[in-house]
């Protein structure tokens, strides 16, 4: 037995060892001829033909899918179509691309617009690749319309080729990638995008006023100028979507660009053809008041901002217009009447300022915290603890937490933050919808799954919208520190007109005009009456019919020099 095992041991070495010791053997000597080498056969390669996989079962249950689905009955299709997607089986490998895409469509049949987008997302990052790729662009469109926030929607659409847009979706994918490059800052692109617009769409209106926008942000005049005329000269029966409301957001627009340029003429026409019934008149009378104090038409700018001062408009918020009447009756000398309207305004702002910052900084307040503050101002409840308000313009009556409530609110009237509202509001209403769908729906892991992952959704925009409601606050609370500073520079000078011994030259004027006022003299009217308009002194009474057509006639005060 040993022998054996040194006979079989001493032929396994000879075999490891062979092809080392040919080698050595068969080297030629140096400076000899190198002998041919044996030609070695060649081994035949054969490839066997791969049998197909017999996918007509698979084809079939897709087909009656797609049938339930064409026939209306979307809850059915769905978990049909959610078997052959989410198949751990080979079986279904040649279908589930379809299956995919169709469950998307199902879902969004069924309401389920955030369900469907996160199966949409599997076609997309495919591309081309993927046999329902250029059908998803459609119902990327419709999605976009749908779900008020961009949570990477736009994006998306920006990443197929303009020229694979279908005819009659082009404008309408043109301006909303063009409107998501100027939402991230990129304004060359967005401009690219939304100048392809054509004038025959109902989103040409829209495309041109965010053209505008964008030379806005450049600091073109020009541009900007020539966007928001094309924008106002539209035709209201043009079809054009949201045609009146743009023309007057154009109007504006138009406005600010001209007195950015100091072309204060015409930035008063144009801010005086926005209608009293629009939501944006009561923003242009506070605009133009500044224009026409740059024209020193102080009589019409203080007119303006009484206005906004009326017991109509009480609950609106624009606290610069304290300021702007502050300097207005400085340049004027009233230094008593700018000393009163200043403490009043530091009065309310600087409690206001004090409860935002508390809230802004206090320790533990998480992004949720603020969006539900904001959604709780929006309800009306009183989310500071705060007393019954008292009796409104009770005399030297300090500004309630209530009023300081209802002034937050004002600020809080963001857009960005209204869409969320509305997104929030659309995935609550999904996920009721999933959980009263019938039981072999909200049964099945389909739903399940597609309850938690848009809870998850739901989770991210509350955090993505309470960073935007504290950035609102933020800015909100830092308007009211900056417009305090003025307030406070304000008054420094006026403290330098009264050591100047102004104030007692004002004092005899004005016993002067008071007695010659007493005698029954009155202080000629300076009032341009434009055509077709009466005038009528003002007798302590406010009609609607008046508001912005108020001249506050002011008397200098200064010394001339």
Not at 502 to 514: G, P, S
Request: charged content about 30%; proline content about 4%; glycine content about 6%.
């Amino acid at each position: 037995m040993t022998a054996l095992r040194r006979i079989i041991g001493a032929m396994t070495a000879s075999a490891l060892l062979a092809p080392c010791v040919a080698s050595a053997q068969e080297a030629p000597a140096a400076g000899s001829p190198a002998s041919p080498a044996p030609a070695k056969k060649k081994k035949k390669i054969v490839f066997e033909a791969e049998t197909p996989k017999d996918d007509t079962k698979a084809k079939e249950r897709l087909r009656n899918a797609i049938e339930l689905y064409r026939k209306g009955l979307f809850e059915t299709a769905a978990l049909a179509l959610a078997e052959i997607a989410e198949s751990a089986s080979n079986e279904f490998e040649t279908v589930k691309d379809d299956a995919e895409f169709y469950l998307a469509v199902c879902l969004y049949q069924l309401g389920l617009h955030q369900s469907a987008l996160n199966y949409f997302d599997r076609v997309v990052p495919r591309g081309s690749a993927h046999p329902h790729y250029a059908q998803t662009l459609k119902w990327l469109a419709l999605l976009a319309h749908r779900l008020k926030v961009d949570t990477g929607l736009l994006k998306k659409i920006a990443t197929f080729p303009t020229d694979k847009f279908p005819p009659e979706l082009r404008d309408e994918l043109l301006y909303l990638i063009g409107r998501h490059y100027f939402n991230i800052g990129d304004g060359v692109r967005a401009a690219s995008y939304l100048g392809e617009v054509t004038p025959r769409s109902r989103y040409f209106a829209k495309a041109k006023y965010f053209v505008g926008l964008v030379a806005v942000k450049d600091d073109n005049a020009k541009a900007a100028v020539k966007a928001f005329r094309t924008v106002i000269d539209i035709d209201d029966a043009g079809g054009y979507e949201g045609a009146a409301k743009v023309k007057e957001m154009g109007a504006l627009a138009l406005a600010r660009a001209y007195y950015s340029v100091e072309r204060f003429p015409l930035a008063e026409q144009r801010y005086a053809a926005i209608r009293r019934e629009s939501p944006l008149w009561l923003d242009s009378l506070f605009e133009s008041s500044w224009t026409y104090f740059r024209q020193r038409k102080y009589e019409k700018a203080m007119g303006n901002l009484f206005t906004l001062n009326t017991p109509f408009f009480e609950k609106e918020y624009y606290p610069e217009s304290s300021i702007v009447q502050a300097v207005i009756l400085f340049r004027n000398c009233k230094y008593a009447r700018v000393r009163k309207t200043l403490g009043k305004f530091q009065q309310v702002f600087a409690a206001l300022e004090k409860k935002l910052s508390e809230f802004i900084d206090k320790k533990g307040n998480t992004t949720a915290t603020f969006w539900q503050l904001y959604e709780d101002l929006g309800a009306g409840k009183p989310v500071f603890g705060a007393p019954a308000a008292p009796k409104s313009g009770a005399p030297g009556a300090p500004a309630s937490d209530v009023q300081i409530e209802q002034v937050i609110g004002i600020t809080l009237a963001d857009n960005v933050l209204g869409n969320y509202r509305e997104y929030l509001q659309l995935l609550d209403k999904e996920l009721e919808s999933i959980k009263g769908a019938s039981k072999s729906f909200k049964d099945h892991p389909l739903a399940k799954n597609l309850y938690q992952e848009v809870s998850v959704q739901r989770s991210l925009a509350v955090n993505e919208a309470g960073k935007h409601a504290k950035t609102r606050f933020t800015r909100a609370r830092d308007q009211i520190r900056d417009l305090l500073r003025q307030a406070d520079t304000i008054l420094f000078e006026v403290e330098n007109g009264e050591k100047n011994k102004l104030e007692e030259e004002l004092v005899r004027e004005q016993e002067v005009a008071d007695a010659s006022l007493a005698g029954g003299k009155k202080i000629p009217k300076r009032t341009d009456v434009p055509n077709g308009m009466q005038y009528w002194p003002f007798e302590g009474e406010f009609w609607r019919d008046e508001l912005g057509s108020y001249e506050y006639q002011i008397r200098s005060d200064c010394r001339r020099r």
